[in-house]
T-cell receptor, first 117, second 113 residues
C-alpha cells in the first residue's frame, strides 16, 4: 500500500528539548515536504526537498531543520522547541512538481500533533 | 502575506444541492492549482487539479473552474453528499523551478442530510 508514515502521532514536550519527527514514504517519490497546520492559517510549508541532499526553505522555516540522506526519509528536527511551534505537522511526498502527469499531487501522512509547554 | 486565500471559513449546504468553494490568489506566477480534502485526524487527500492552460476540469461530481484574469478558482460539488463534509484546501504552485506549494486557509464544508 502506497503511504506516507509519520512518527510519533502525538508528542508533548518541554521548551528547549530537542525532538525529531520522522517521515517515510514508500512510493519512490523525489519530492518531500513538511507543513504545519494552524487555526486560521491553513497549511504552511516549512521545508521541502527535491531529492537526496537537496532541501530548501518553505514559507516558515525558522526554528526547524531537515535532512534528506535517503530518498524515502525526511525527518523534521526541532533543536530547541518553543511554545509557538505547538501545531499539527504533516509530511507529504510527490513526484517532482511539474515533471509529468500527476506530479503536483502530494500524498500526505496522517499528521503529528505536537505540544510544546 | 497570504498569496492563496479562502475567504469563507465555513459553508453549510443541504444534501443534494450544489456546494461552491472559492479560492483567490495573488501571485501571477502560479500556474497549477489543486484542491485537497481533509477529514479530522487524517492528512489531506488530493481531490482535483487544474492547469492554467485550462479554465475547467471535471471529475465526477467535482468540477474546478479557473478564472485567470480574476485570479480566482472555485470548486463545485454536485450533488453534495454528507460524506463530503470536510475541510477543503486549495493550493497553488508555479512551474519553472519554483517548487514551493502554497495552500489556502481552508473552508469547512458541512453537508446537512
Amino acid at each position: 500500500e502506497a503511504q506516507v508514515t509519520q512518527n510519533p502521532r502525538y508528542l508533548i514536550t518541554v521548551t528547549g528539548k530537542k525532538l525529531t519527527v520522522t517521515c517515510s514514504q514508500n512510493m519512490n517519490h523525489e519530492y518531500m515536504s513538511w507543513y504545519r497546520q494552524d487555526p486560521g492559517l491553513g497549511l504552511r510549508q516549512i521545508y521541502y526537498s527535491m531529492n537526496v541532499e537537496v532541501t530548501d526553505k518553505g514559507d516558515v522555516p525558522e526554528g526547524y531543520k531537515v535532512s534528506r540522506k535517503e530518498k524515502r526519509n525526511f525527518p523534521l528536527i526541532l533543536e530547541s522547541p518553543s511554545p509557538n511551534q505547538t501545531s499539527l505537522y504533516f509530511c507529504a511526498s510527490s513526484l517532482i512538481p511539474g515533471q509529468g502527469y500527476g506530479s503536483y499531487e502530494q500524498y500526505f501522512g496522517p499528521g503529528t500533533r505536537l505540544t510544546v509547554t | 502575506d497570504q498569496q492563496v486565500k479562502q475567504n469563507s471559513p465555513s459553508l453549510s449546504v443541504q444534501e443534494g444541492r450544489i456546494s461552491i468553494l472559492n479560492c483567490d490568489y495573488t501571485n501571477s506566477m502560479f500556474d497549477y492549482f489543486l484542491w485537497y480534502k481533509k477529514y479530522p485526524a487524517e492528512g489531506p487527500t488530493f481531490l482535483i487539479s487544474i492547469s492554467s492552460i485550462k479554465d475547467k476540469n471535471e471529475d465526477g461530481r467535482f468540477t474546478v473552474f479557473l478564472n485567470k484574469s480574476a485570479k480566482h478558482l472555485s470548486l463545485h460539488i454536485v450533488p453534495s453528499q454528507p460524506g463530503d463534509s470536510a475541510v477543503y484546501f486549495c493550493a497553488a504552485s508555479a512551474s519553472g523551478g519554483y517548487q514551493k506549494v502554497t495552500f489556502g486557509t481552508g473552508t469547512k464544508l458541512q453537508v446537512i442530510p
